[in-house]
């Protein structure tokens, strides 16, 4: 125990190895809340700063006293007890590595220690200081908690350093004194310690000792033989010790600590056979072992195992790489070796003794064998596909349909039911990192499917939504074959390469993207183990994949199987192992009874337990229907472990009582049942329940057996039987009780904890179900029960009720403080480390190095070189270091071959010349990835540069750094034999006189080494984020367990329960109950045992449906052996073990329930409520059997059936009974096939709404392939009118409810369900007698049992009967054939006529003989109209009061007297007719006006338009002749425009009548319309108008015009367009309002008169202006008419030749001429100035218009001289072209006014972006200083006060940024006088 490497381990073992760090100095965060208990407050004070102190204080600090010791033990028991969910505190303290937590513990392990050392301060006590630390250490609070990173290392710290062959000496010294107490420790010594924890009694002694030896074994393991074999004789010493103890007296809680010894020697001999199996396989001996287990098990009535053992095991070796002896050294995702292995894979059959390299009824062997056969079912259809891509050409021949690139593969030899999607072309977009998502993940694009192309984004993104392809979690695989450019296409096998990922990152608006040319992109994960990691973190970072990529999809669910087989992996222990690995139950075994389990423990149980085999029942002999009858195995199913621990437990059934019952000896009888003793009193339990008898010994079962198996026939209430033994478990036991003291009984003050003195503790009972609908149904009939004390695990409910009681709604705001601190910590590190990562890729992907990132790595390993490139270096250099591009920095120079001076560079040019000439133009900048570069590096040791260590061994060889490294070179590499080799140059002195190829050389020598130390950085860096993660997970999952651990009822799913398997161990059920357990597989329930379970409740019927395996080979009903789908439910009944059976049932009329009763339940009983039904109305039987011959559809016998006639029939029957007046809703049609079930889907859309459960709806979407969804048909509500063609009448239906919906469903997904009628498509009719699936009884059963009032049966006799593989079809026809209820015809009789009995055929005969669901007779009854009803016979509206009479209507309108032109069902109303010509009062005529209006023409409006004056505005206006009237009397009608001139300058374009209701409003207090009329005429001009609602259109600094709605003289918004600033080098990309350096480069003015401007771009320049005209010919051949030294524009402004349409504006003449109206002569004298606009002027206009006498000095004679100064005057815009106002730009001449306006215009922004961005953080200083001040007094509320001088850091560098950028703005320049 005193290995030091054990420490490391220790913190590794479920956590980081790095804690967080967490802001220190913080108050306490729980006194406050107590002030009801102030001295438990203060003592709780007290301790938290005593441990605050103690371990966040100076580590120079030690204990020096055992008291000082025993205060801080205590401080920490002190505040987890008062505190417990809180305990993150402690484990903070205790744990982190930023604490001294972790140095107090080892100070006191290494302590000297003694059982009666008193108050001695040179040794401490054993009982009181080693025992309390220990008792510290795992309080079950502690233990429990997730937070491994903490406690892992508290473990191994305690490890490292306690002895533990001292502990065990005294312990037993302790043993042979008889008591537990010091004889040096007297009375007023205990008085001084304050009432200190200290053991009682030597259970409180042990029991710690225990719980810390049971922490080290399963976190830290025993990995080495001495390791080993010192725990085990500790275990054995701490035996003799308890023993010892016992031989003096019992002790209240003995069994805890003698049962936790037996599990412990139990898991140590576990781990000593593993440690056999390794030596054996070291010494090359397992093969022959595996032999002789073969030999020895192998043997009459065993199954043959003659296949090879896994792994090493086998004679050749493994069969891939993936194919290991040991299940947890097994990927769950597949290999690429193992998917393309065309070796059988090892697959143990599901029968004892064929796991042959295991020990036979070992856990570890029961385990095994589920875990192979269960990943099998994920991966074989995955395998047989990739082999059969691979032999069909692989990704070279895609097998998919003639120019597709995605969609499903055409592969050979694959089955229907078997899919192989393929996406073509993919490509790896980008690295991503998520600290809320799925962590680091890979963004990928690939070809969209073929029928989404042509489709909008809508269309396809409403595809994506309802499809199940790529959902998240799915197993996908990334194909490229690396031999694709040399092999043959399609001619032989490809060679690929395959990795593995998950469905990360689901988003349907990038699957269809908006933008043409995108493709669809998703995010993935890679699984671990994955080959080809490096491959794709390459092509991630802007490399390509090899060959072409495709994405495989498999048609299996991963995410689905992924959790159970981590779930297995990870398992240590199996609770109740003895029954559930048990080989074979016997009950005649004639060796000795081994021990129950948990009853004895110690070596003596192990080695039992080992030569036994765990064989506790025997053989019942032949499997029959009626499970067997309870025998004397029934008596050694022991009770629960946490009932037998208290002989005097009594069991109070008294909530199950029902309210009424008064009777005091019957409440006295179920008050104090002595379960343990058999005691049930099940006649007074049935007198006072609801229960029946069977229920009741069902109930007595599930509480008294600790593995109880309850079978409920369908209808006789399982699920109700469940909820009374959860209601009995809730009300005989306690929750969780934190840190229970086994001697004194104290219990921590919690709602839910009972005193464990009389209720024993199990803390939260949990309830497994595999699918989230049987887990919400069983828990709303919970909430019904009235128990409401339950949290749902899981975000999949879709129930309102159960929504407050998930997980998710609980947990919000309930963190600790100490939990957020960690939280905060998770936050940072991952967001540090999302930035590094992202300036690692940004350093990966980059061209070119710059100098920056170079300089550091030349200055380490070729210093003098780099003495000698910095001495070239200019100061403007620091200005541009990060422009690798900028052509006169001393970095670009060299590496581009330029030499000191332009003498040597000439010298040098024929070389380079000489050596280019060999290479191959037109490199591809990542072509390098295939290539090897032609030379050697020799260059210094790994560790001199900088992250190479933290590169793993063989991740990035040589050539993928210098592929990554090459593929990043702009330009061309060129790869020649150097000059000198990569030493000399690194030792070389002057890197000036190199030629070309040694710079390149050494450059290639210096990327390649600081690339591949970035990428082993990044590698670095990703792991560490997805650690980080994993860490911020534990917390949230410990937030989570507070929760959880103060409900009584927890409810899962199975895949839940393996996903958080940490969360469920450490809330500890001991009570699980598994609801529909014989649907479960058996995996599922192993992985849903927490290691504390000592209760297991079963809850189903194996004799319905079992699990469904994706490969029928895996199935019972393949005779293979396999038997994945072999519930732990039917195999323990099998084997003979007692299940307890429910017999009466609640839901079948007798006619339905005698087909199941005489064929699989004998004993099956009618209630009598059932025996009352009604019969089902306009049927003739109750139960019906229509045999037809209408042959089946379907490709071939593994296809989907599909039988047309009875999808017709099935959809019009369901009509035929709504029409009897059932709702829809009460009618459900069934049928086993998908296939089937699209055609019901397609006929009763004809006829009414009908449901589609989600489970049906998915494998709807699946069985319809590539096909194109129906969209939003499948909805019942997605059609608001139906047809009413076949129904008689038309039919609407205005809202949508579950009751007018006929459910159509699959038989496998109506389990637990059930229907008042029920219609059974059958579809199987073939003349082979092949049924498929019918043939199982299993789902025979479930088909038959479903109906409770009718059940017609729509299939062909002859076929089922014909079957030899199922017999059942033969009983149920020959009962119905009996009952003469199987038919060629189905007889319904009418309602109304009972004597008319009609025989349909087909469902076309409906439409003859009762098409409105009576008979064929007419109704002819008189309706309340009088006429005769149209319908013929209907059972449904008696009254009539729904039927539409079609007949004309009767009535005579008044008054006018004319008839009602409706028909006789619609409402008269008023007379509607059109009267032709109507005079009106006013003399105009009115046409088509309704009758009912023309009787009063004076109501009716005239419409003819009329010329009226308005006298208060004086406008004319066209109006409607019939609002004359009202305009005159409201003039604020008038519609003309106001058309004033407004303060602003612009005219109103307001209504007049707008602006004069404005202006009445606004200066009479209650004015109203009606009073315009009576007031004065208002003039024009006081009006007050409404606010313009023109376009500002002011000229702005930066040259554009204001495009905001006039705002009056205010001061215009900052312009929100694109930056005007532009020149021959670039243009700028940001907006006008944000900064942008001026260009750098030279200046491009350059004429054969005046030279080149010496200036940069940006600068005003001080070049004189030419006024020549151009020399230069344009292209059409004339000369260019511009000035020279301006670039030559385009032919179309020749003056020859060019567009005539094109003028010239003369601002000073104000004309406007055509170009070609100019002549040479006029045009050399005064060029033309072309401007970016496409705009001409005449130069002289331009220098007037500019000013530039204002920027350069004429002389007398006219031309330019010297520059102006240019002073900063006023603020004036930029200019803009004279004629669109467009911004100048690249004009050569005018760039000395236009940059001085620009350096102004900058001027201006710099100051305004400084005053806001210290505006901004001045204001964030202020809210960090008072979050700051207040986190005095609420720790871990806020973030520390550094927020704020990030934030004035940031704020800083800011400011200095954008003054460096100005102090270049403004150079100072000979000739420049710019101030």
């Not at 002999?621 to 629960?640: H, K, L, Y």
Request: net charge neutral.
């Amino acid at each position: 125990m005193h290995s030091r490497g054990r420490v490391g381990r220790g913190r590794s073992g479920r956590g980081p190895a790095h804690p967080v760090r967490t802001t220190q100095g913080r108050s306490s965060p729980v006194a406050a809340s107590h002030n009801a208990m102030q001295s438990q407050a203060n003592q709780t004070v007290d301790s938290y700063t005593a441990l605050r102190t103690l371990t966040d204080g100076s580590r120079s600090y030690s204990f020096r006293t055992p008291l000082q010791m025993r205060r801080f033990i205590d401080a920490g028991l002190t505040h987890s007890k008062t505190y417990p969910s809180d305990v993150a505190f402690v484990l903070r303290c205790l744990g982190s590595a930023d604490t001294a937590g972790l140095q107090r513990l080892g100070e006191i392990c290494r302590f000297p220690h003694a059982v009666d050392a008193g108050v001695n301060k040179e040794a401490c006590s054993f009982q009181r200081v080693t025992c309390a630390l220990l008792h510290l250490v795992t309080l079950p609070a502690l233990m429990n908690s997730l937070l491994t990173q903490c406690y892992n290392p508290i473990m191994a710290t305690l490890a490292d350093n306690l002895d533990l062959a001292s502990i065990c000496r005294c312990a037993k010294a302790l043993a042979d004194q008889g008591s537990i107490a010091d004889p040096n420790y007297r009375p007023y010594h205990q008085e001084q310690d304050g009432g200190m924890w200290q053991p009682e009694t030597w259970v409180q002694m042990l029991q710690p000792i225990v719980n810390f030896l049971n922490q080290v074994v399963q976190r830290l393991g025993c990995n080495t033989e001495d390791e080993l074999q010192q725990m085990q004789q500790s275990v054995a010493s701490l035996q003799q010790t308890a023993q010892a103890f016992k031989a003096h007296g019992d002790c209240a809680g003995e069994y805890g600590v003698v049962n936790n010894l037996g599990n412990l020697g139990r898991l140590l001999a576990i781990k000593q056979a593993e440690q056999q199996r390794v030596l054996r396989k070291e010494t090359h001996g397992l093969q022959q072992h595996v032999h002789r287990q073969r030999q020895q098990r192998s043997g009459p009535g065993r199954l043959q195992a003659d296949q090879d053992g896994p792994g090493e095991t086998r004679p050749d070796g493994p069969r891939h790489d993936n194919d290991h002896t040991s299940i947890n050294s097994i990927s769950i995702a597949p290999t690429q070796q193992e998917v393309l292995c065309h070796v059988s894979a090892y697959l143990p059959a599901n029968v004892p003794g064929t796991v042959i390299h295991l020990e036979e009824g070992s856990p570890e062997a029961h385990k095994d064998l589920h875990f192979r056969l269960l990943r099998h079912d994920m991966v074989a259809e995955l395998c047989e596909s990739a082999v059969r891509f691979q032999q069909a050409g692989g990704s070279d021949s895609l097998a998919l349909p003639k120019g597709a690139t995605s969609g499903r593969a055409n592969l050979p030899g694959i089955d229907d039911d078997m899919s192989l999607f393929v996406y073509g072309n993919v490509e790896i977009k980008n690295l991503m990192t998520a600290k809320f998502g799925a962590g680091v993940q890979y963004e990928v694009a690939f070809d969209d499917l073929p029928f989404n192309t042509g489709k909008t984004s809508g269309q396809r993104r409403e595809y994506w939504e309802k499809s199940r392809r790529l959902q998240h979690g799915t197993l996908v695989a990334l194909w490229w074959d690396r031999s694709a450019a040399t092999r043959p296409r399609a001619q032989q096998a490809s060679d690929p390469c395959i990795t593995f990922a998950t469905i990360s990152m689901r988003n349907e608006q990038q699957l269809a993207p908006r933008e043409a040319g995108h493709r669809p992109q998703i995010g993935i994960r890679l699984c671990q183990g994955c080959g080809a990691n490096d491959e794709i973190l390459m092509a991630a970072l802007g490399g390509k994949l090899p060959g072409h990529t495709v994405m495989l999809q498999s048609s299996g669910s991963f995410f689905a199987y992924e959790p159970i087989l981590k779930a297995l992996q990870s398992t240590q222990t199996m609770p109740l192992a003895d029954y559930i690995a048990a080989p074979k139950l016997r009950a005649d075994s004639s060796g000795p009874e081994p021990p129950t389990a948990g009853r004895t423990g110690g070596a003596s149980f192990i080695k039992d337990l080992l030569s036994h085999g765990n064989r506790l029942f025997g053989n019942r002999g032949p499997v029959g229907r009626e499970s067997p009858p309870p025998t004397a195995a029934a008596a050694r199913v022991g009770g629960p472990a946490y009932l037998t621990q208290d002989a005097s437990f009594r069991l109070d059934l008294s909530c199950l009582l029902d309210e009424a019952v008064h009777d005091d000896e019957a409440l006295n009888a179920v008050k104090t049942i002595d379960l343990l003793a058999g005691h049930w009193p099940s006649d007074t339990l049935q007198e006072v329940t609801t229960l029946d008898q069977s229920q009741l010994l069902a109930l007595q079962a599930a509480l008294s057996r600790e593995l109880a198996l309850v079978q409920g026939p369908p209808g006789t209430g399982k699920t109700y039987v469940g909820i009374q033994a959860v209601k009995a478990l809730l009300a005989n036991t306690s929750g969780n009780a934190k840190d229970l003291d086994p001697g004194t009984g104290h219990v921590d003050d919690l709602p839910n904890a009972a005193d464990p003195l009389t209720h024993p503790c199990v803390g939260p009972v949990l309830i497994v179900c595999f699918t989230n609908h049987a887990l919400d149904q069983f828990l709303e009939g919970l909430l019904a029960a009235g128990l409401t004390d339950m949290v749902r695990v899981g975000g999949r409910s879709k129930n309102d009720a159960l929504a407050q009681y998930n997980i998710h709604e609980l947990v919000r705001d309930k963190a600790m403080p100490a939990q957020k601190q960690l939280l905060y910590g998770c936050y940072n590190r991952a967001g540090a480390l999302e930035q590094r990562i992202g300036e690692l890729k940004a350093s990966l992907m980059q061209g070119e190095l710059a100098w920056p990132a170079v300089k550091h790595h030349v200055e380490m390993v070729a210093p003098d070189l780099h003495e000698s490139l910095v001495s070239r270096k200019r100061p403007m250099d620091d200005e541009f270091e990060e422009a690798v591009s900028n052509k006169r920095h001393f970095w670009w120079q060299w590496l581009h071959g330029h030499r000191r001076n332009n003498a040597q560079n000439k010298a040098a040019a024929a070389a380079d010349a000489r050596a280019q000439a060999s290479q191959v133009a037109g490199h591809n900048s990542f072509d390098v990835l295939a290539e090897q570069p032609n030379f050697q590096t020799t260059g210094p040791p790994a560790t001199e540069v900088p992250a190479a260590a933290n590169t793993e061994p063989g991740e990035w060889g040589e050539q993928g750094v210098a592929a990554l490294a090459g593929q990043r070179l702009a330009g061309q590499r060129l790869h020649i034999a150097p000059n000198r080799d990569l030493e000399d140059l690194l030792a070389a002195e002057d890197a000036w006189t190199m030629t070309r190829t040694e710079r390149e050389m050494l450059y290639n020598c210096w990327d390649e080494q600081l690339r591949s130390g970035w990428l082993g950085e990044l590698k670095l860096a990703m792991r560490e984020y997805e650690s980080v993660r994993d860490e911020q997970r534990r917390i949230h999952a410990d937030v989570d367990l507070n929760v959880l651990k103060g409900a009584r009822l927890v409810g899962m799913t199975t895949a839940g329960v393996a996903n958080k398997q940490e969360l469920v161990a450490a809330m500890a059920p001991k009570v699980v109950i598994v609801e529909e357990a014989g649907e479960v597989f058996e995996a599922h329930i192993l992985a849903s045992l927490a290691p504390t379970t000592e209760h297991l409740i079963l809850i189903g019927d194996h004799e319905q449906l079992r699990p469904k395996p994706q490969l029928y080979a895996l199935q019972t009903e393949s005779g293979q052996g396999y038997n994945l789908d072999l519930s732990l439910f039917e195999r323990l009944v099998r084997q003979g073990f007692p299940v307890a059976t429910l017999e009466q049932q609640r839901r079948m009329r007798p006619s339905v329930s005698r087909l199941i009763r005489n064929t699989i339940y004998p004993s099956l009983q009618d209630h009598a409520s059932v025996c009352n039904y009604p019969r089902v109305k306009g049927m003739v039987h109750n139960v019906f059997f229509w045999d037809h011959n209408h042959p089946e559809g379907g490709r071939d016998e593994n296809a989907s059936k599909q039988n047309s006639a009875e999808a017709a029939m099935a959809a019009r029957l369901a009509l035929y009974l709504t029409q009897q007046g059932y709702k829809a809703g009460d009618i459900t049609i069934l049928t086993p096939y998908v296939g089937q079930l699209l055609l019901l889907r397609a006929e009763v859309r004809k006829y009414m709404r009908f449901v589609v459960s989600e489970r049906d709806a998915e494998e709807l979407a699946a069985a319809q392939g590539d096909e194109d969804t129906e969209g939003s048909q499948d909805s019942p509500a997605a059609k608001e009118k139906l047809p009413g063609s076949k129904l008689g009448f038309a039919a609407e239906i205005s809202r949508v409810n579950l009751n007018d919906c006929v459910r159509v469903a699959t038989v496998d997904n109506f389990q637990g369900e059930e229907s008042t009628i029920i219609i059974l498509s059958l579809v199987r009719n073939n003349k082979q007698g092949m049924i498929g699936f019918l043939k199982t009884s299993n789902r025979i059963n479930v088909m038959l049992s479903r109906a409770k009032h009718g059940m017609y049966i729509l299939g062909h006799a002859d076929t089922l009967t014909a079957s030899k593989k199922s017999t059942m079809w033969r009983q149920v026809t020959g009962l119905l054939e009996g009952d003469d209820a199987v038919g060629q015809a189905l007889p319904v009789v009418c309602a109304n006529h009972p004597e008319s009995v009609n025989m349909l055929r087909s469902a076309a005969d409906f439409d003859t003989f009762a098409r409105d669901g009576g008979c064929s007779l007419q109704c002819s009854a008189r309706m309340p109209c009088g006429h005769s009803c149209p319908r013929l016979c209907h059972p449904d509206d008696s009254r009539h009061v729904t039927v539409q009479c079609p007949k004309a209507c009767t009535h005579v309108l008044q008054p006018c007297g004319h008839p009602c032109p409706k028909l006789c069902y619609q409402d008269c109303g008023l007379c509607t007719r059109p009267m032709p010509n109507l005079l009106l009062p006013c003399g105009h005529t009115a046409h088509d006006i309704p009758c009912h209006r023309a009787l009063k023409p004076d109501l009716v409006a005239c419409t003819e338009k009329v010329s009226v004056h308005l006298p208060h505005c004086g406008h004319t206006i066209q109006v409607r002749c019939g609002d004359v009237a009202a305009v005159q009397a409201d003039a604020s009608k008038c519609t003309a425009t106001c058309g004033s001139n407004l303060e602003c300058g612009h005219t109103c374009q307001h209504r007049c009548g707008a602006c004069l209701l404005s202006t009445v409003r606004g200066s009479t207090t209650g004015s109203s319309k009606g009073s315009l009329a009576s007031a004065p005429p208002i003039p024009v001009s006081s009006y007050q108008h409404l606010a313009c609602s023109q376009v500002c259109s002011r000229d702005l600094l930066c040259g554009h015009t204001c495009g905001k709605s006039c705002h009056g003289g205010s001061t215009c918004p900052p312009c929100t367009r694109l930056c005007s600033v532009k020149c021959g080098h670039g243009q700028c990309k940001g907006l006008c309002t944000d900064l942008c350096a001026p260009c750098a480069e030279p200046c491009r003015w350059l004429c054969q008169h005046q030279g080149q401007c010496k200036l940069p771009c940006g600068a005003p320049c001080t070049r004189l202006p030419c006024n020549e005209r151009c020399t230069l010919q344009l292209s059409c051949g004339h000369r260019c008419p511009s000035v020279c030294g301006e670039p030559c524009p385009s032919t179309k402004f020749c003056i020859h030749c060019g567009d005539k349409s094109l003028t010239a504006y003369d601002i000073i003449m104000d004309e406007n001429r055509t170009l070609r109206d100019y002549d040479k002569g006029e045009v050399t004298e005064n060029p033309l100035i072309v401007l970016a606009c496409g705009h001409v002027l005449p130069m002289t206009s331009m220098d007037g218009y500019l000013e530039l006498h204002r920027a350069y000095a004429k002389d007398q004679q006219g031309n330019w001289t010297t520059p102006c100064q240019l002073e900063a005057g006023e603020q004036q815009a930029l200019k803009s072209c004279p004629i669109c106002r467009q911004p100048l730009t690249q004009i050569m001449r005018y760039g000395r006014p236009l940059n001085h306006m620009k350096v102004q215009h900058a001027d201006i922004k710099f100051f305004l972006h400084c005053n806001q961005e210290l505006a901004e953080a001045d204001k964030m200083y202020g809210a960090a200083s008072k979050a700051a001040s207040d986190s005095a007094s609420r720790a871990g509320t806020a973030f520390p006060s550094a927020t704020s001088t990030a934030n004035w850091r940031r704020s800083a560098a800011c400011f200095a940024g954008m003054c460096r950028c100005w102090l270049y703005a403004m150079p100072m320049h000979d000739g420049c006088m710019v101030s």
